[in-house]
């Protein structure tokens, strides 16, 4: 009886025989990117009006009201006024916080201010497309990292041996409060609320006694919970962290975050849709990905009787800010787009990955055979000025996995363009387009930028 291994060694043999033959068939059918619209996508740009991607340059007034304490009961935030978030304000006793399109929310950078919605409770924060909501800091001059930021608990399931508590989210975290840190449970369709057209700015601060920062946390989140058209930008950790739950998001923006811009881990299941993330060399950090998606990371910490992370990711695109490209990877400031990590769940489509380093990191513990690979796919990808597409960690030799996922059948290419001919407008440093342009669709038919890396 033949072993997976030799069935994945037989796919592999016939793959690589054939490739040059399929890449061409491909070529003359002009059919690569015409009929799959990859990256992020819409009839117009879906990032104007609501988005500002230079937000020191906007002037947001001064604080006229104070939000300290806990609140108990359902309260209202007016456009009218702008508050200012002192320490950490818990929203607990099943109260539900509603805020008005337009209001600005200031996060206090001595206190690293945080709001936290309890398992319960829950955020009606919906803003417009032409009146967001803003999350911003309370400094003249901002920076990364000026205030805690924002913190949604509910009761959705969690891979974790015991109920999870958050006080590592936390700056300072006082005793009477440790109870309300608490998410996580056996809930399908716990309900947070609404989010909508919201940015959160300058926030993942952090202090000597907080181990994890984020802009954006959703612990144990169910899926009721509506989460769109959010951007982050400027967080000193990861823009989005999902632990747990069961999300749909739709819409995000991460902007030159310093950590991760999406996090899924401890038993997460999310789908992300027409999403977008943007790195700087220059600020993200060397260990942050745009996508880190893990089931643990420590076995000691995980029940396996439950299920791990799980991801779908359709239309995102994940990119490089940089005119440097080639430099800044072979000085080391530019690495992996995304990591997989044991155990987890990875299915990307219709996709854009451009400049980094290697695209895409699996765990050194993924075993490469049909069964471990069914698990992670990557379909209809366009793979753009990256050294290489798909490598186990520690391991630079992947000549197997290249040719896994150079199988005509997932429909992922290969070249190598500039951003400016790339996207549709990335000039524009008020309302950019990252959209792929129509044009390089064209061009990557006719094959005149496809190369093998």
Known sequence: ??????????????????TKIVWLLIVVSGSVCAQQERGIKGTDNWLNAWTEFSPNTVDYGESTHVLTGNITEDITLYKKHTYLLIGNVFVTNNAILSIEPGTVIMGDSKSKATLTITVGSAIIAEGTLTDPIVFTSNKMTKKAGDWGGVIILGDGYTNK??????????????????KYTNFGGKSLKENSGYISYVRVEYAGGKTKRSNVSNALLLGGVGVKTTINNVMVSYSAGNSFNVIGG??????????????NDYNFSYGAV????????????????????CINAVSYNSVKEVDFTKKGTAVIAKNVTLLTDTK???????AGLIRESIYIGENTNFKIDKSIISGFSKAVILDENIKVNDASLARIQFKNICFNNCNGSVFLNFNDNNENL???????????????????????????SKRPDYRLLINKRIAMNNGSKITNN
């Open 246 to 259: 069961a999300v749909n998001l739709n819409k995000m923006v991460s902007y030159k975050s310093k950590g």
């Open 1 to 18: 009886m033949k072993s997976n291994k030799d069935d994945f060694n037989k796919k592999l043999f016939i793959m690589k025989n054939f």
């Open 161 to 178: 041996l015991e109920k999870s508590s958050g006080t590592s989210f936390y700056a300072e975290i006082e005793p009477s409060n440790y």
């Open 402 to 428: 290249e040719n896994w996922y150079r199988n005509p059948s997932f429909s992922n290419v290969y070249f190598r363009t500039s951003h400016s001919e790339l996207f549709i407008d990335l000039n524009n």
């Open 324 to 330: 440097n490209l080639d430099y800044e990877i072979e």
């Open 270 to 289: 999310c789908n992300i849709n027409n999403s977008l993330a943007v790195r700087s060399p220059y600020i993200s950090s060397g260990e942050s990905r």
